[in-house]
């Protein structure tokens, strides 16, 4: 490995390259080999530089975070459906082949088809087994850590400004800290807040929507094998429930740090409803007041909460992307950045690896000439526009029948579980 300083007045930073991409961040030309800057360290940014080091295209990742060991006080777990295949454009064989150990319970072989127990949450009858694709429920902590490996992430990283140099056709990141960074490309790939998406759009066309909905997210552990063996009852990874009340239930495993002590074992439960003005949504005494009306094992899985276990909101947002001016192949955004949804469809995850497979393999098809980097660029906005749009608006409407006792049957996760649009 060799570094080298990129400077720019005062400012600079250290990247460091492997020696075959060794090149000069001061001269950017035609001769100068394609860099991406990748904003964002998530786990759609790490595809992303994932995808770009497998087909050998130069990349740089910066974080805001100030480590890799930065302490998150939220974990929860994520859906991977069929963006299962999508991975293996991304990630190495024998990280791919190590996809079941950032699952929630490594031990479960997940089956295909899977299915999505869902209950009456006020009467607990089974109203359905929605269908799935072959899926693994995942760690966003594991997978995160997984998806980092073999990647080198500049951290402390904080996006001030992005400039251009149209006369080489070059993109700038600057950082709070006075450093910066030059390539070829950006991709934003920075959350649902995204610093990239609001420099493109500007803070009113950039600004996220929400939904009239609290969202209670938390893990628990109970330290009782009797307790969890029976919140776990339903199925090994997942159940969900629709209460008529207007109440959205979801218990998951979190963790099995024993798969053979279910003492050890660690829950997700999430719970959400129509907002109320005044209503202390993170109170736990106010939601175990709503937990009493619960069928089991939803019931007793929050009335058992440890005193003291700390709840979180969680704001419910969305936001469609449009087309914007990409400044000739320059900058995009991915993954929260591009498409922030609603997650009762639990889709998000899917479509972030869907734009970091779709973008490594049109900057392949550049790198091998066949088509122009800006024309690559161009068709990734394009694709990742119409899917991860239509993906917005469905998640948007499905979360809004799933608190309507009336239409929750039409809502997309009971029609067509986690299968993607039909073309």
């Not at 394609?34 to 759609?44: F, Q, S």
């Not at 950082?175 to 920075?190: C, E, K, P, W, Y």
């Not at 050890?264 to 007041?289: A, C, Y």
Request: glycine share 8%.
């Amino acid at each position: 490995m060799q570094q080298l300083l990129y400077k720019s007045g005062a400012s600079r930073t250290r990247i460091t390259l492997p020696p075959r991409t060794l090149l000069r961040l001061d001269r950017m030309s035609s001769e100068y080999p394609y860099h991406v800057l990748v904003v964002g360290a998530g786990i759609t940014g790490l595809l992303i530089a994932q995808g770009l080091k497998k087909n050998g295209i130069a990349c740089t990742v910066f974080e805001s975070e100030p480590s890799a060991t930065h302490y998150r006080a939220r974990e929860w777990g994520m859906s991977i459906q069929w963006g299962i295949p999508l991975l293996r454009d991304c990630l190495p064989d024998d990280l791919f082949n190590r996809l079941y150990t950032a699952a929630n319970d490594p031990s479960f072989e997940p089956p295909d088809p899977g299915k999505l127990p869902t209950l009456n949450g006020k009467t607990g009858e089974l109203m359905k087994d929605i269908p799935l694709l072959r899926m693994y429920r995942v760690s966003r902590r594991k997978f995160r850590l997984l998806c980092a490996e073999g990647i080198q992430v500049e951290y402390g990283k904080i996006l001030k400004d992005i400039t251009y140099d149209d006369t080489q056709s070059t993109v700038t990141a600057i950082f709070t800290d006075g450093s910066q960074a030059t390539g070829s490309l950006l991709v934003g790939a920075d959350g649902a807040q995204s610093a990239v998406r609001t420099h493109i759009f500007g803070p009113e066309k950039a600004k996220a929507s929400s939904v009239p909905y609290s969202a209670l997210n938390l893990a628990v552990c109970y330290n009782d094998a009797e307790k969890a063996k029976f919140v776990r009852q339903l199925h090994p990874i997942m159940a969900m429930a629709i209460h008529p009340d207007g109440y959205w239930l979801w218990i998951s495993i979190q963790d099995t740090p024993d798969p053979n002590d279910p003492a050890t074992w660690m829950f997700q439960l999430q719970t959400t409803g129509h907002k109320k003005p005044g209503e202390d949504v993170t109170s736990l005494e106010n939601l175990k007041k709503k937990a009493e009306t619960f069928a089991e094992p939803f019931r007793s899985a929050n009335l058992w909460i440890p005193e003291g276990t700390k709840i979180y909101e969680n704001n419910l947002s969305y936001w469609i992307p449009v087309p914007w001016d990409t400044r000739g192949g320059r900058i995009l955004i991915a993954g929260d950045a591009a498409h922030p949804m609603t997650f009762h469809r639990g889709q998000g995850m899917n479509h972030g690896i869907a734009d970091a497979s779709y973008l490594a393999r049109k900057l392949k098809s550049a790198v091998a000439g066949e088509t122009s980097y800006a024309e690559a660029v161009d068709a990734y906005q394009a694709e990742m526009i119409d899917r991860a749009g239509d993906e917005v608006r469905t998640s948007v409407a499905n979360t809004e029948m799933l608190h309507d006792w009336s239409r929750m049957m039409n809502s997309a996760i009971m029609q067509r579980g986690g299968h993607p649009r039909e073309k």
